[in-house]
């Protein structure tokens, strides 16, 4: 038994449709979907690759972001250079064992082709490439790998134009290097191409965009070649073909800097902890403050100088030593499966636009960053951002629909038991006993609401969450402020309050 995992960077499985996406279409309708898959928190890229390598959340393998900061200097994860700052290239990056690992470990391997970040590249294929499995980057193949088969198939390649946007013959040649390297070797147990589309062009454009609509046909048309191999040939030789994505998109909807803001109020903050800079910040949908000197009050004033603003959305905190919250009013990092040593002391969420404005799309959010309004965006909580495809073929698998929750990180467990491996400790996710055609599935397993709060005078935040099989799954999150009655003017002397 083989797995061929194609990674559709950002698809939403709400935009499938016959006339765009036909292939995928058909894909869904001969194999299983996953009706309630989702990503991982926060839904960025670094982390999903991290959360699709090891099959845990980020307080398992320890990318708590896009960007984050660790001895003090702000680490970004496109990086691979900055990432090996962390330690070296046989651990301390990742603080979970992957599936490259497991593979290599009981003499198997795994094909890594991708044409994401570098950074991500080289998370999604962690402890494959570092032991001579074939690994192609398509920006710099002989960047990750000096596999033999590698060195032969890249020369014959041209360059590819730098950073292309669209990219368009980028994610071509994946899937181009996909097949060169079948008419050079057998496909190993597993390979994993991770197409960069269409979340490029969705932050160009936004998701419903022209262009948009065009790049994602295209998508569809480079994954329709590995699926036509796989039905005229890879399913007869008992290939398993998933094809899946890492997060979806919200749209921006208004922007804000949180930085500023702080800034303005008297905060000595900055992007990362130099001597005049008491708390270092990253933001994008998620906003991460780590403060110099956790145990004062500097925390509790940020939180109480944030909470007050519209875009300010559901907050959590490190845990204390006495197992509580460090902030009052937050909820606990855990509570999201994102508590790690790396973890900022402060982190949240931007809320929806719909918080503070009734009329707003209901998929448009708050931002902090350089992309402008009404282009596509992700990192956070909400359902759309946390949305993603997973579809499922092959004699491992049946068809149909799952309806019960399923996550990110149940592909690798599903992936390793099929092939007779042993799961590491430090997996958080779970087989998915209901896609395998040779499991017993006749138990009944209620999903329960477990949802969280936390509620003041002025707000109450909620994560949505749902517990099924032990396992705990995210599926959105809401602020709600009280609603003033209408036709009543405000107090317009504050002096004259009433008791």
């Excluded at 090891?54 to 003090?72: D, E, P, V």
């Excluded at 944030?306 to 559901?314: A, K």
């Excluded at 993603?388 to 149940?410: K, M, Q, Y």
């Amino acid at each position: 038994m083989k797995f061929v995992i194609v990674v559709l960077d950002g698809l939403r499985p709400d935009q499938l449709h016959y006339a765009v996406t036909p292939n995928l279409v058909e894909l869904s309708k001969i194999g299983l979907r996953l009706a309630r898959h989702t990503s991982s928190f926060p839904s960025e890229t670094r982390v999903s690759s991290a959360a699709l390598a090891t099959g845990g959340h980020s307080s398992a393998h320890g990318i708590i972001g896009n960007r984050f900061l660790a001895n003090g200097r702000s680490i970004d994860g496109s990086s691979l250079s900055a990432l090996l700052t962390l330690g070296g290239e046989r651990g301390g990056v990742l603080t979970a064992t992957t599936i490259g690992e497991v593979l290599a470990a009981h003499g198997r391997a795994m094909l890594s082709i991708g044409s994401q970040s570098q950074g991500s590249f080289g998370l999604s294929s962690w402890g494959s490439w570092q032991t001579g499995a074939p690994a192609f980057w398509v920006h710099d193949p002989s960047k990750f790998s000096g596999n033999g088969v590698v060195r032969r198939i890249a020369p014959s390649f041209p360059m590819l134009p730098a950073d292309e946007q669209p990219a368009l013959a980028t994610i071509e040649r994946v899937v181009d290097l996909f097949f060169s390297f079948l008419k050079k070797d057998a496909p190993p147990e597993v390979s994993l191409l991770w197409l960069s589309e269409p979340d490029i062009t969705y932050h160009m454009f936004g998701l419903r965009h022209p262009t948009a609509r065009e790049v994602l046909h295209e998508v569809d048309r480079q994954f329709g070649r590995i699926f036509a191999w796989w039905s005229e040939k890879g399913e007869r030789e008992g290939v398993q073909l998933i094809a899946a994505s890492d997060h979806g998109h919200a749209i921006i909807g208004e922007k804000v800097s949180v930085l500023k803001h702080l800034q303005r109020s008297g905060f000595k903050v900055g992007y990362e902890l130099t001597p005049d800079v008491d708390a270092a910040i990253t933001a994008q949908r998620v906003v991460n403050i780590w403060a110099r000197d956790r145990e004062g009050d500097l925390l509790t004033e940020m939180h109480q100088c944030l909470s007050e603003e519209p875009w300010f959305g559901v907050a959590f905190s490190r845990q204390a030593s006495d197992g509580a919250p460090l902030i009052t009013n937050t909820l606990p990092l855990s509570a999201v499966m994102a508590e790690h040593q790396r973890s900022a002391d402060l982190s949240f969420v931007l809320a929806d636009c719909r918080a503070a404005n009734r009329n707003a799309s209901p998929d448009a959010v708050y931002y902090d960053g350089t992309y402008p309004i009404g282009v596509g965006m992700h990192g956070g909580l909400s359902a759309q951002e946390l949305s993603s495809l997973c579809l499922l073929a092959g004699n491992a698998f049946r068809s149909g629909v799952v309806a019960a929750p399923t996550s990110i990180v149940d592909l690798v467990p599903t992936i390793l038991s099929s092939l007779g491996l042993p799961l590491p400790s430090t997996m958080h996710g779970r087989i998915i006993e209901e896609a395998l055609q040779d499991r017993e599935d006749s138990g009944q397993y209620d999903v329960e609401d477990a949802s969280v709060s936390i509620a003041s005078s002025a707000r109450r935040a909620t994560v949505f969450r749902e517990l099924y099989r032990q396992r705990l799954y995210l599926r959105g999150a809401a602020v709600n402020r009280p609603v003033e009655p209408e036709n009543v003017k405000p107090d317009t002397n504050p002096t004259q309050l009433k008791a």
